[in-house]
């Protein structure tokens, strides 16, 4: 668990399906994932379940977004995890549509990099974001990453790397 002035961060459960479900069922808030469309319920099932396997194989993992006042409100995900390129640990963040452009992300994105740095060994945490991502890109450069140009996370065309290092967060 991770707390902020306003949010409190808590490690997924299967009972967090529901903010899972909304922010990927939604055409706005998927356009910019690997389908850059929606998801079926069984690939937001799967999606959850990876979070959850995750956090039991690794230690640390994506966190459920939750309002400090009333942990029941859920508001969108932020957490650190191996890319598909596993030499790589990448912060992945999504927020549901009514709580988006409110600093929320941010807010909770800052607070785990420094929970990630304090109980890691990871040294450094990148960001992927599409080019046309303008969203993403805004929340990685307040967390203070830069652009990171000779590392390939994904295996994929189209993406822009940023990097934080550890005595930066």
Not at 54 to 74: A, L, Q, R, S, V
Not at 133 to 138: E, F, L, T
Request: aromatic share 12%; with cysteine.
């Amino acid at each position: 668990m991770i707390e902020t002035e306003r949010l409190i961060l808590l490690k997924p459960n299967q009972n967090d399906r529901d903010v899972i479900s909304e922010i990927l069922s939604c055409p706005k808030q998927t356009k910019y994932l690997p389908n850059e469309a929606p998801y079926s319920q069984t690939q937001q099932k799967a999606y959850l379940d990876k979070r959850i396997t995750h956090w039991e194989n690794n230690g640390f993992g994506t966190f459920i977004i939750c309002f400090k006042d009333n942990p029941h409100i859920k508001l969108g995900f932020v957490g650190a995890e191996y890319a598909p390129n596993p030499n790589y640990v990448d912060i992945r963040f999504g927020i549901t549509k009514e709580f988006e452009g409110k600093g929320f992300v941010t807010e909770a994105a800052r607070a785990l990099a420094i929970w990630f740095f304090a109980n890691t060994q990871h040294e450094k945490l990148y960001g992927v974001s599409m080019v046309d991502n303008v969203a993403s890109k805004a929340v990685l450069k307040k967390l203070g990453m830069t652009p990171e140009k000779n590392v390939d996370l994904y295996n994929c065309e189209g993406l822009d790397n940023y990097s934080l290092e550890a005595h930066t967060a």
